[in-house]
């Protein structure tokens, strides 16, 4: 969606009505959490995620530290902020559980 093509209807003329482009060229941001907190940084990610994508994105990276190493339990999903919480797109986890009910938390996450 980086690029995006519509067309407005013109002036109608003998031919038929006048079809004008119009081209916008946003880029669109997408907020991916890491729930675990496994390890300090989002090095790796951030050149995973922003390598030579095939659309012009924008990543807004973000770790929760939900459940970090040497920690007996997670934090509930819902400890994350509600306006955190709206924007995000994606969830990376790799060892915290993740309900029916965690889902319901996000409401632009894709499944």
């Known amino acids: ?3 995006t093509i519509s067309h407005l209807n013109g002036a109608t003329t003998a ?3 006048q079809v ?3 081209q916008t060229t946003e880029v669109p941001t ?4 890491q729930a675990d ?3 300090p940084d989002d090095v ?3 050149e995973i995620f922003t390598a030579n994508p095939p659309h012009p994105y924008k990543l807004n990276y973000v770790s929760t530290h939900l459940f970090p190493t040497g920690t007996p339990l997670p934090k509930p999903w819902s400890s994350i902020p509600k306006d955190l919480r709206d924007q995000v797109d994606g969830i990376m986890v790799l060892k915290m559980g993740f309900t029916a009910e965690d ?3 996000f ?3 894709k499944v």
Do not use: F
């Open 44 to 46: 790796v990610e951030q």
């Open 20 to 22: 004008i482009p119009i």
């Open 15 to 17: 031919q038929g009505p």
């Open 30 to 33: 997408y907020t991916i959490i």
């Open 103 to 105: 889902v319901e938390l």
């Open 37 to 39: 907190g496994v390890y």
């Open 107 to 109: 409401p632009k996450l």
């Open 1 to 3: 969606m980086a690029e």
